[in-house]
């Protein structure tokens, strides 16, 4: 069964950092689009940063010079290094990429969400 596993929330001051880990296992050959998502109590869920088909990065303008996605493409893991945490950047944060099992096995899958956490 694919799945991606996010790992690395917790709580921290505002200023402080945190780096958010997805990992996709199940027989994932590899991974497109990964994306970092999050969704705050009572909002939308939003996007925070994703790599575009073609490879591009795109970034919330809330988290436009703070955020920063990378991908380790061997290991097909998905980063998210958050720094200077804001009183407005907590939320259960999301990765979603689309996944490769097969030439003719591919679909888009959702991580099951890593809390933030960021208080004084």
């Not at 994306?35 to 919330?60: C, H, I, L, M, N």
């Not at 899958?109 to 890593?114: A, E, F, K, L, M």
Request: charged share 20%; net charge neutral; hydrophobic share 35%.
């Amino acid at each position: 069964q694919a799945q991606l596993v996010e790992s690395g929330g917790g709580l921290v001051q505002p200023g402080g950092s945190l780096r958010l880990s997805c990992a996709a296992s199940g027989g994932v050959v590899s991974i497109n689009a990964p994306g970092w998502f999050r969704q705050a109590p009572g909002k939308e869920r939003e996007k925070v940063a994703a790599f575009t088909s073609d490879g591009r990065v795109t970034y919330a303008d809330s988290v436009k010079g703070r955020f920063s996605i990378s991908e380790h493409d061997v290991d097909n893991i998905i980063y998210l290094q958050m720094d200077s945490l804001k009183p407005e950047d907590p939320a259960v944060y999301y990765c979603r990429a689309t996944v490769v099992l097969s030439p003719t096995d591919i679909r888009t899958v959702w991580g099951q969400g890593t809390q933030v956490t960021v208080s004084s």
